[in-house]
């Protein structure tokens, strides 16, 4: 039997808590035996003040219990006191169904509860039931808030339609944000969002910017469908992240024009064979 | 280095946040307030705390300035009583939320019943909470209104060390201090305190529990109320150590009561606080390119020179 979501979060935080752990431990079988959310607003208000805002402390055991228990969860920069009220909501059994007190509890949040509350998304009951919070979290223009929905996060991945996951993936180009940390990057890509995302970069470009080349790995395996070629090309001559990332979408592309590229970046090419050259580590120094 | 411990945010453009995070203000307390015109939805009240406790955090953290909240019921507004019913369920919520240093501003306008009743039921609530009390004075019938509030506030036993007493002049700020209340002083052009008589009251009472802020909100204000009087006074041979007193450390000192505000904040920021959504000291990040002349800079200008009075 696998150890579930709850019971890693409640061990975690206890072990963590130090002379707060009974009060903690205490608390967690108190709302699981139902309570009102009064208590539970006080115990989310005393959380930061009583356990501290410090990181949780996770070993790599610890993560791969986490990704176990729900596979894609990365607890890693979760806070002792974000985790302890992410626990809290899961053992959490109140009056109401848990969307309408969810709803009620981010209409009400501070800044720093807010990204706590989304972090924990995937992993509440009935998770579908919370999309549109979700959607107004992904609408923030607190780049903090929409990365805690975005990254490390596989909510996004598991219940978004196909429209709110490309348009997920676009805002955070937009913002400047990273795709790595997006949670099902690879397996959720699709031609339309390679489509969306060539238009985009033919408009950075017309506009005599930059575009972050973690994008073409979205495009890479729709090259052909969306005529991609002249675009990775011109992407192969650009600077060296530009260059490794050009070569690993042409990589994924797979087809014989993408082969013909790929033959005049020889370089790049066999440093990705060698595995020196990945998505998270696209310039030769860092993968050196 | 300086505490702006009075300031409406929401009021106020980013030219206003760069201008003051150039002028050495590292953090700020703003306070819940009446908006300019009344909110006639308990639902509209809420939206408004909840900005206080989220975006407005955020957008002061973009320029490298923490940002701090009271939470209250105004006097203005406890005159609705339906209305007031209605936040007074959501305070306690609020009150409990990260960085929020005091209940306030509280106090009376015109010294109604429903006044005097919202305000007793928020000191019941800050005793509870343990958190420290803004008091807003009456513009009108103003020594009398502060005697009052004071009176108020021992009758419903709070300890005066744990309540700060703002818009003081010249005529409210004895009996204040004598009875053991921080003494708030609003640089606020043509309506509350100007800082060349604020200089005065500094060399007439020193720093001890005096605070200075800019109370800048919709009116005409000065979101740079706090660094220009500290200029002033130091122009004007107050003590560097009575300076820093009334601008930056007896704020510090009540507001750092409710323990959820402490000089590591900005002192000792992480690089980029995701959690917190704090930008440390650059405003810089996210693509925006450094810019040679800064509005800030100019701002600044006004800290020299004729631009410095504030009357």
Redesign the interface.
């Known amino acids: 039997m696998t150890v579930t979501c709850f019971e890693l979060l409640r061990d975690w935080t206890c072990r963590q808590a130090l002379d707060q752990a009974d009060w903690l431990d205490e608390r967690y079988a108190a709302f699981s035996r139902g309570a009102n959310e009064q208590d539970l607003?006080?115990f989310?208000?005393?959380a930061?003040?009583r356990l501290g805002?410090q990181d949780l402390i996770l070993s790599s055991e610890d993560l791969a219990l986490a990704n176990l228990a729900y596979p894609g969860w990365n607890p890693s920069?979760w806070?002792l006191d974000?985790a302890a009220r992410v626990a809290a909501l899961l053992a959490f059994e109140g009056p109401r169904p848990f969307a309408a007190m969810f709803q009620d509890l981010v209409?009400?949040?501070?800044?720093?509860?807010?990204?706590?509350l989304y972090r924990g998304l995937a992993l509440y009951p009935r998770p579908a039931s919370l999309e549109f919070e979700v959607g107004e979290g992904l609408r923030s223009?607190?780049?903090?808030?929409f990365?805690s929905i975005v990254h490390h996060n596989p909510y996004p991945r598991d219940h978004f339609d196909e429209h709110r996951w490309n348009h997920m993936v676009l805002k955070a180009l937009f913002?400047?944000s990273g795709l790595g940390a997006i949670v099902g990057l690879d397996e959720r890509a699709n031609a339309e969002l390679a489509r969306i995302l060539l238009d985009y970069a033919q408009e950075r470009w017309a506009a005599g910017r930059q575009v972050n080349p973690e994008l073409w790995r979205c495009v890479g395996p729709f090259a052909e469908r969306v005529s991609a070629y002249a675009a990775l090309q011109r992407a192969l001559a650009g600077t060296p992240a530009e260059r490794g990332a050009a070569t690993l979408a042409l990589i994924a592309a797979d087809t014989p024009v993408a082969r013909d590229l790929l033959s005049t970046a020889p370089d790049t090419t066999a440093l990705a064979a060698d595995g020196r050259l990945d998505w998270n580590h696209l310039t030769l120094q860092e993968a050196a | 280095m300086f505490i702006d411990p009075h300031a409406h945010m929401v009021s106020r453009t980013t030219d206003d946040y760069e201008a003051m995070a150039a002028a050495g203000i590292v953090a700020l307390v703003e306070p819940a307030f009446w908006v300019g015109q009344p909110r006639t939805f308990v639902g509209t009240y809420?939206?408004y705390?909840?900005s206080l406790?989220?975006?407005e955090?955020?957008r002061a953290g973009q320029f490298g300035i923490r940002h701090y909240c009271t939470i209250g019921l105004n006097s203005k507004e406890a005159n609705n009583e339906a209305l007031a019913e209605g936040v007074m369920e959501?305070l306690p919520?609020?009150a409990?939320?990260?960085?929020v240093v005091a209940i306030g501003e509280i106090g009376y306008d015109e010294q109604t019943p429903l006044e005097d009743k919202y305000f007793r039921a928020q000191l019941t609530l800050a005793k509870e909470l343990g958190l420290p009390v803004m008091v807003h004075t009456p513009h009108r019938d103003k020594k009398r209104g502060t005697s009052r509030s004071m009176d108020v506030c021992e009758e419903m036993g709070l300890d005066p060390s744990w309540v700060v007493i703002d818009h003081n002049n010249e005529e409210t700020v004895r009996e204040t201090l004598d009875r053991g209340y921080w003494a708030g002083f609003s640089i606020y052009p043509s309506t509350k305190m100007g800082n060349a008589r604020m200089v005065e009251l500094l060399k007439q009472y020193g720093g001890d529990r005096i605070i200075v802020d800019s109370a800048c909100d919709w009116g005409i204000s000065d979101c740079l109320g706090v660094p220009k009087t500290a200029r002033l006074a130091l122009e004007s041979g107050i003590a560097e150590s009575v300076v820093r007193q009334v601008t930056y450390e007896n704020a510090l000192t009540v507001y750092g009561k409710s323990?959820q505000m402490q000089a590591s904040d900005w002192l000792n920021p992480p690089p980029i606080d995701?959690?917190?959504?704090f930008e440390g000291n650059s405003i810089l990040r996210?693509?925006r390119d450094p810019l040679i002349e800064t509005p800030a800079r100019h701002r600044c200008d006004s800290l020299h020179g004729d631009d410095l009075l504030i009357e």
Do not use: C, Y
Not at chain 1, 107 to 116: K, N, S, Y
Not at chain 2, 96 to 99: N, T
Not at chain 2, 274 to 277: D, E, G, M, S, V
């Open positions: 607003h006080l989310l208000g005393l930061p003040r805002k920069g806070s974000g209409r009400t949040a501070d800044a720093h509860e807010l990204v706590t223009n607190m780049r903090a808030v990365e913002i400047g | 809420v939206d705390l909840s406790v989220g975006w955090r955020f959501w919520r609020f409990m939320k990260e960085g323990g995701q959690r917190t959504l996210g693509g």
